[in-house]
């Protein structure tokens, strides 16, 4: 029996029908991750409470707590959430691996070493300075970690394998340069967790505007994302400027990961596991990816939030922490899976 030759085919669209209650079931998801975020701590907030507390201010604890502290957690939440789930759905869908994750590539790592080293090295503590280092410590770690995947033939596991790699070691230059500065080691300490909490809302005036950026600029890609999954040779025949888009989408990762890393500290595997979740909604159609991967990201950051408030009350555990614990699970089960590189 002969066998017919296999023909790769492009994602598919959803339904109109499918499509609005993707969207209607994100949005609804959201609101309520909001409203548990501004709610649930070690002291329950009504969300009267809340809405008092933002139109009628009047100095109370409960209102204190709403806005001082839950009001700018969740915002910031929400917004590292949408980046770090758009920049691991767009580094997956250029990388064409679904191991591919802006923490396990270095992005991350690249971002914290060169935090460290305006802390320990330059003094520097005030955030656009510190916002500035994490983005060019972010595109140097995945410009190297392209560059060395690259020379090693450029399939998925050697990609993953230099990101890991490059990873460690930079981890370790980051370690050094904590422990051999006192001073380094208290500004990182709750940093390097990965907290929402004493961040001031202040922050987006610097880092809003490049999350919103990284965005826009990776929902632009979507499209050619989609060609590229058809392989370099074909996207390139059907328009697909492949150079042009390989930059476009560093500077994406760049500004979307690098950012939320320098307002939260390191948020390990939200950006692998998003993307995961949201293809198994909507498909391997990255213009429906990209956006449910964001929204997807900022719902698991506020509720991790919440988790860490509420799991050792009235302690709490960094954000970074809860997820690293609802990773381990997670990869596991994507380990057991077949091709789990593949997409």
Do not use: C, Y
Request: glycine residues 12%; positive net charge; proline residues 4%.
């Amino acid at each position: 029996m002969t066998q017919g030759k296999r023909t790769k085919r492009g994602p598919q669209r959803l339904s109109a029908g499918r499509t609005a209650l993707v969207v209607v079931l994100s949005v609804l998801g959201l609101l309520v991750a909001t409203a548990v975020g501004l709610s649930v701590g070690t002291k329950f907030v009504g969300l009267g409470t809340v809405l008092d507390a933002v139109t009628r201010f009047d100095g109370s604890d409960l209102q204190l707590v709403v806005r001082e502290s839950r009001i700018p957690r969740t915002v910031l939440g929400i917004v590292v959430g949408l980046a770090l789930g758009a920049a691991g759905a767009v580094m997956q869908g250029l990388t064409r691996n679904a191991l591919a994750d802006p923490g396990i590539l270095g992005v991350n790592a690249g971002a914290s070493v060169a935090v460290a080293l305006a802390v320990a090295a330059l003094g520097i503590n005030a955030f656009p300075q510190l916002m500035a280092f994490a983005l060019v410590g972010a595109l140097i770690a995945t410009i190297a970690v392209v560059l060395l995947g690259a020379a090693g033939g450029g399939s998925p596991v050697t990609l993953v394998l230099s990101g890991v790699a490059l990873a460690a070691v930079l981890g370790g230059i980051t370690t050094a340069l904590v422990l051999l500065n006192p001073t380094a080691f208290l500004h990182m300490r709750s940093w390097e967790s990965g907290a929402l909490a004493g961040r001031d809302l202040s922050i987006l005036l610097v880092a809003g505007p490049a999350i919103a950026i990284g965005l826009v600029l990776a929902q632009l890609l979507t499209r050619s994302l989609d060609l590229l999954a058809l392989g370099d040779d074909t996207a390139a025949a059907l328009g697909v400027r492949i150079g042009v888009l390989r930059t476009g989408a560093v500077a994406s990762v760049t500004l979307l990961a690098g950012t939320a890393t320098a307002v939260a500290g390191p948020v390990a595997f939200l950006g692998l596991a998003a993307p995961h979740i949201a293809r198994g909604v909507v498909g391997p159609s990255q213009k429906a990816v990209v956006p449910l991967s964001a929204v997807i990201g900022a719902i698991v950051v506020v509720l991790g939030d919440v988790v860490g408030r509420v799991v050792i009350a009235p302690q709490e555990v960094p954000v970074g922490i809860v997820m690293a614990f609802i990773a381990a699970p997670f990869l596991i089960w994507i380990g057991r899976r077949r091709n789990p590189v593949q997409m």
